[in-house]
């Protein structure tokens, strides 16, 4: 459980401090292809 959680920390990071900071962003899709660092996840703005 401990090397899951270090693996979703270090995918995260970027985001968990930029995310609270922009009132725009509505939802953030993590892929499969996310995971596999060959894609960044999918931020949804408000309009």
């Known amino acids: 459980a401990r090397a ?3 693996i ?9 401090f930029e995310t609270p900071s922009d009132p725009s962003i509505k ?3 993590i892929e499969k292809e ?3 660092k060959a ?3 999918i931020i ?3 309009a």
Not at 8 to 16: K, P, Q
């Open 27 to 29: 939802e953030i899709i």
């Open 44 to 46: 949804k703005r408000s």
């Open 39 to 41: 894609k960044e996840p």
């Open 8 to 16: 979703v920390e270090n995918l995260l990071r970027d985001l968990m």
């Open 34 to 36: 996310t995971i596999d």
């Open 4 to 6: 899951l959680r270090m």
